[in-house]
């Protein structure tokens, strides 16, 4: 490796400046990536609580010789660029120079690190910044980076430190994306003597996925291989049954560094079309390789946002390549853009009304989308209404169902489902449609409200559950409001967690499956300050993940009960989120659509 040397003036200045140290995480993220640019094949992560008290970073690298030790702890030395124009064709994780002294000047900081030729190594000691100690050391090859107390001289910025949970959460995450950048380095991550993650590295994408995610979930992962036009991408989607509430699990590498990129999001999702469930997201780890001319690094402070000379090509590129890999593992997705435009050119215009009373059109109810027997797969987008689907505020409460004095003494019979997502069912002289999912929920909502605490209900098998580090880390950050809502999640085993009790009363398919999708919601929910507030809106989450899903088959008996405690609710009209629930046909609807005149 190049010796370190100081960027001059006019280069710093050209380099995205911002501040890189502003939790643990970022400290972890930093000095790994110098271990990877030092070439390191294995690379040990160790924290104490949550990296606050203490993180340590070992790796088997190049090391650095007495002089290069000190010099790296300079603002703006680098081995890494030395002109402008480096900063073109950057193949490193770093190159501002920035990261050590940044992290040494917040910090008490042990750096101890030796190349293969030297027969001994340095320790350097530095404080707040102040270089205290520097003397030859016994250690093996490599670098050894201690980071104690940080921001121990920064009060206000160690005030904003999260909890030992969610910062540990945020290194776990960290690491993970590293050890998914490089499955060709072996990592090892612990936390207060706890292994959380360890890859082999040997190489395989996949062994690191199994590593974080379990191997039965690995095994849901479709893989993708794609070239064209000097752009290539290799990785992991996942199937249709492995999906997630958010984002969070999509990981994109451009050149082995970890991005965030709406672009690639917005590619992953529109090839995946029909595939995807309206609510849900893909899983993914997939790596970029463009020339790296292509790619400017140089726009963020952290570089997790990287820009790229032709992003509209790369998208389009993505779209196919994640298509014919959905292709060759059997699932065929069906653009949802271009089903739209069908729906609109065609001239059936069904005039149905929305919750007795409101006068919005509907388009088709049921649209024509391919559901498979299996009932995976292929989900739809909602139907929409073709004018204004807005509900005021004031208004939602306020729609009840009403029936006509003819219909008011029937109950409700249900006759079938439409499209894996709609129930269809009479009461007196009209048809309701109604949204499978949504009645669910405003359902359970209700069942939660009416309890002041819902009782627990324990499975007849407790299920064995495998959670990521940041719903491991919404478990223990949350655990009071989990067992509030009454679930019992408890640790099985360094990585398994097991699923124990859930809350009674509500009707779960998968409750392993709501669970998993309540902790992603929570781990990015900024819970409100009212007491009050908190709990409706831990309510609306759990009536959410737990209702039945668009996509689940019904039996008769099943729709008939969410039918009837539908219609029994206080508003059975709108869901939680203020969307219609039910449409409704009259026969007077059906008259004018037959153009009989209306009696
Ligand atoms: P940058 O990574 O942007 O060059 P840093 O402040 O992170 O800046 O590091 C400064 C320099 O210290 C690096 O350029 C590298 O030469 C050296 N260095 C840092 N960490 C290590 C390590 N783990 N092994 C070998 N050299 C290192
Ligand atoms: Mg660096």
Redesign the pocket.
């Known amino acids: ?4 040397h100081k960027l001059s003036e006019a280069l710093a200045d050209r380099i995205a400046a911002g501040e890189v140290v502003d939790r643990p995480a970022s400290v972890v993220k ?2 790994v ?3 990877l ?2 070439g ?1 094949a294995r690379i040990e992560v160790e924290l104490r609580e949550g990296g606050r008290k203490l993180i340590v ?1 070992v ?1 088997n ?4 010789e007495r002089e ?2 000190l ?3 300079e603002r703006f ?5 030395s002109d402008a124009d480096d900063l073109h064709h950057i193949e ?12 040494a000047a917040v910090s008490r900081l042990r ?1 101890l ?1 030796r190349p293969p030729e030297a027969d001994e190594g340095t320790l350097v000691v530095v404080e707040g910044g102040e270089v205290k100690q520097v003397e030859p050391v016994g250690c093996s090859v ?2 050894r ?1 201690e980071v104690a107390d940080l921001f121990y001289n920064t009060p206000a910025r160690r005030k904003f430190l999260s909890s030992v949970n969610t910062e540990r959460g945020h290194c776990h995450e960290g690491v993970l994306r590293l050890a998914l950048a490089r499955p060709d380095v072996a990592f090892k991550l612990s936390h207060d003597g706890a292994v959380l993650l360890a890859t082999t590295g040997k190489g395989d994408l996949l062994s690191v996925l199994a590593a974080a995610y379990g191997s039965a979930t690995a095994r849901q992962f479709v893989p993708v291989h794609f070239e064209a036009e000097g752009f290539s991408v290799e990785g992991y989607i996942s199937g249709p049954r492995l999906m997630r509430a958010t984002r969070q699990h999509q990981f994109f590498f451009v050149n082995t560094r970890f991005v965030r990129s709406r672009s690639l999001s917005h590619a992953l999702t529109q090839a995946y079309g029909n595939l995807l469930p309206v609510t849900r997201q893909p899983v993914c780890a997939l790596h970029l390789r463009l020339s790296p001319e292509d790619v400017d690094p140089n726009v963020h402070p952290t570089k997790i946002e990287v820009r790229l000379a032709s992003e509209g090509l790369v998208h389009d590129l993505m779209v196919r390549a994640v298509r014919r890999a959905l292709e060759a593992a059997g699932l065929r997705a069906q653009p949802v853009e271009s089903m739209r435009e069908d729906r609109e050119q065609e001239p059936l215009e069904a005039a149905g009304r929305y919750s007795l009373g409101s006068r919005l059109r509907v388009s088709p109810v049921a649209d024509k989308l391919d559901v498979r027997d299996d009932g995976i797969g292929v989900y739809a987008h909602p139907t929409r209404f073709s004018e204004p689907r807005e509900v005021r505020p004031q208004e939602r409460e306020s729609l009840r169902l009403t029936p006509s004095d003819e219909s008011r003494s029937d109950t409700p019979t249900a006759l079938a489902q439409v499209g894996l997502r709609y129930i269809v069912a009479m009461i007196g002289k009209e048809l309701l449609f109604i949204d499978q999912h949504r009645a669910a929920e405003r359902v359970l909502l209700e069942k939660l409200r009416a309890v002041e605490r819902p009782a627990k209900q324990f499975l007849t098998l407790p299920q064995t559950l495998e959670l990521t580090p940041s719903q491991a880390a919404a478990v223990a950050e949350h655990s009071e409001l989990l067992a509030d809502m009454g679930f019992d999640v408890e640790r099985f085993g360094p990585r398994g967690w097991l699923l124990r009790a859930v809350p009674a009363g509500l009707e779960y398919g998968a409750p392993e499956q709501a669970l998993v999708e309540l902790l992603d919601e929570l781990a990015e929910w900024q819970a409100p300050a009212s007491q009050e507030a908190r709990a409706e809106q831990a309510r609306a989450m759990v009536a959410c993940h737990a209702a039945i899903k668009a996509g689940q088959r019904l039996s008769k008996e099943q729709m008939q009960r969410l039918v009837e405690d539908l219609l029994a609710t206080s508003s059975p009209a709108v869901c939680p989120h203020g969307d219609p629930i039910i449409l409704t046909l009259s026969d007077e609807d059906l008259d004018r659509r037959f153009e009989r005149p209306v009696r």
């Open positions: 490796m190049p010796r370190i930093e000095l990536e110098n271990s640019d030092a390191a970073v790796d690298g190049v090391g650095m290069d030790a010099l790296a702890l030395a680098t081995s890494k660029i490193t994780m770093g190159f501002r120079g920035e990261a050590l002294p940044s992290i750096l690190t490599g670098t980076v």
